[in-house]
């Protein structure tokens, strides 16, 4: 064994690290009392599983305002796990969700209070809010068919195209575990039925496609000849050619003989528990209307308000027809897209 | 005599396991009623598939591990070479990297070389895995080659045995507990993986837990797989307990270290090159390609967020990892303490605290939060104080993921304190506290400094309980990673991912030290 007395150095070393741990924890339990101490500040808390380019945005709502904005990140089921499980007690006024399924979840857990707004209601189409008024669109993105402009001159035009076995080897899909692709498939099973869907799922994974669970990877498979096309929301096309515009990937917008392109959203609701509704309310009909362009415009997105305009990259991709009437049940079909896809063996 | 402390021990065993094992608790409660309708559409598409992918990976991680550890061990103990010294803690330096960061870093390079769709395999995946784990059967089989001594060595050779036969028929039969508890280790972190599995398009049952959660919304459903998942945890360790039993071999007080005898010129050549092979792949690469993107990064002006530079980070990260680290170190020393000489009651209940440590990350952080936002329900605390997204709360639940590297890294160590020492004391009329303070814990201190050093790594690294249950306005680094690689913007990543590597070296250079000193790893 080794020499052990009580004048060792080492022991004074081990009681420090006691010392330490005992002020770790009085500091611990010390360091949040910060949210209700300074009343004469408004203040307004999100969650939020959209955490790309929210912060000059939050930060223009503040300047014109003068409410603060605190805001946490996160995936959007955790985050709603979370406001679950607080309850009464959640800081969240506002919880905001990177597409319609989770948004509508919330809503189902009723989690989110009805919002009775004027403003709200002429600004957002009412197809792009829950019929209860609970949770409201922000801004529109679609799922759309990227293809190489180097090597494809036939891209598909239709969802079910991208079936045809001459894309075998050359698709790029993005995984099921990912709530945009299972977006997609329940906007299909509401345009189409389940049976249809299910073929059109099943002629996809029979072209073995190359799962990239991100988007703006699958884009840059496209440019390295990974694959030849790909199922992509259009923002990220739009994101990579604000880096370079000489990106050799095209757009094409499917079905406009039919249903539309797959349309998805950004979306947000003041939760039942808000200590600060009037406050949520304000950055919520802010969004929807002052904010609008600069909401959409920091991620290439189309604005929820069709009058807003698009930013010029966007409006480079032309007009379209957009599957509008899918958007309130993206959240009920969640269950049976899961299952679907499931069953399809979409990994 | 022992009375009081008869109780006041078992207090404190079941007072410790029952605060961390509660938010496993909280969520396994729903194995009452089970979701008998997603179980049986698992069981038609997804799981069997789930069960072969884990088992696979499970076991070429755990066998890649165990060959490259215990051959690098055996190579930097057994042989004298240039830079043997350097190279021997410098093979531990990629547990300093993050497994979610070597993935993307390994995942992009690859899919420049072999193609997207190659670079995305079960096979790549445990390649990945390997690299970073590895050095837990390293670090195991190195302390338990150098303390085998030179004596049964020197025998084996005296009767004629060769390089081979040495390492075959004596040094390894001897080093297999040890190895076995790395292997376990590995095999743990493996099967809890989710970042790594996911860029890879792996489906184990970890990533299955995320799937039925986030697919079908029931968390019920998804905490019974992870449960599973635990139970298989529970198996393998079982196992490794029963691989551990016999076999070790320490040397005698009086007996010599291992010595490293000196290598044929082409062997030193040979040694150089498969060790510095192994640090161009696991450590060379996956930093020099983050330099690569951190230069961009800075030059780009996205070395920063919104919430700060690197200065905030780096701030908090040292903060929640440190606090976590200390108390996780305290409570698993106090129970260590409370189980030792306590028989294998104590030692089974004891163990249960460990459980965090099976479960994946996420399961445990929605653990945490139902527990905690139930608590605060109650208002037992003034001010309106919350659990949920304080600190303390943070902390707890970091505890319960990780209590398990402080503990049984004590315990290794106490259990190496001859029973002598301390049943003289307590003859003497010294009390279990005093025993602890003047017997025990000195004769532990560098198994207390080496569990706090794995618990630093284990803590910096960690991404879902952070990012659930931070404070607003408390971002880690690992929390900026996060918000990078889920875009996909691996430059933007590549600075805070650095310095959490460099902060992980440090933690693996007191590690080294402990060890040196005589820190033990395995009870």
Redesign the interface.
Known sequence: ??A???R?P??K??SL??S??LV??V???G???DS?SDSATRLV?VYTGR??GI??VF?EFTAETGIEV??????D???R??LE?????T?ADLIMTADAANIA?AAEAGLLATVDSETLRSAIPKELRAADNTWFALSRRLRVIMSSSERVDDAPTTYAEVGDPKWKGRLCLR???H?YT?SLVSALINNLGSDDARAIVDSWVANDP????????MLK?IV?G??DIALANSYYLGRLLTEDSTIPVSLTWPDQEGFGAHLNISAAGITVNAAHPKEARELLEWLATKGQKLFSDTNNEYPADPTVEPNEILSGFGSFKADINSVRELGRL??AA??LL??A?Y? | MRRPGVWFGWTTILAVVAVVASPIVVLAWSLIDPSTNVWA??W???LPGMIIETALLLVSVVFGAVVFGTGLAWLVSAFEFPARRVVGWLLVTPLAIPGYVGGFVWLETM??VV???EA?SLWLCAVVLVLSLYPYVYLFARASFVDQGEDSLAVARSLGAGKAGVFFRVALPAARPAIAAGAALVAMETLTDIGTV??F?V?TLA?GV??V?????D?GAATELASALTGAAVLLITFERLLRSGGRRSRG?TEAAMNPRPLTKAGVVAAIAVTLAMLVIAVGIPLLRLFFWASESVRAGTAV??AGGVTHHLGNTMLLA??AA??S??VGTILALTVAHRGRVARVVGRISTVGYAMPG?VV??GA??ML??L??RGWLP????L?????GL?FALVVRFLAVGYQGVEASLD???TT?TESARVLGAGPVRTA???E???A??G?MAA?ALLCVDMVKELPIT??L????VDTLS?WVW?AT????WEQAAVPSLVMVVIGMFAVGALLVALER?AELVS
């Open positions: 064994m080794r052990t007395s009580f060792d080492h022991l070393s081990i690290l006691f330490l741990a770790a924890v500091s611990a339990c360091g949040n009392s209700e808390t955490h790309y912060e000059p930060e605190r805001f946490t990140t996160g995936s089921p955790e985050l796990a979370r499980a607080e309850g009464a007690n800081p979840l995984p099921s575990t709530p299972q190359l799962y990239i669970n991100s988007d703006t990877d498979a390295a990974d694959c969640n269950p899961v299952e499931s069953a063996s990994e | 559409e698992l038609r598409t997804r899919s420049d193609g997207a769709r995305r996911r860029l398009n489906s990533d995320m799937r959660w986030f697919g079908t919304g968390l007080s967020t919104v440190g606090s200390v108390v170190i305290v996420p952080a929605v939060v139902v936002a139930a605060d329900r001010d309106g104080f919350l949920v997204g304080s600190v303390a902390v190496r304190v001859p020492a303070v003047a017997i814990l000195p004769a201190r560098f207390v706090f990012l659930l931070r404070p607003f306005g929390v918000q889920s875009e996909s913007l005589g």
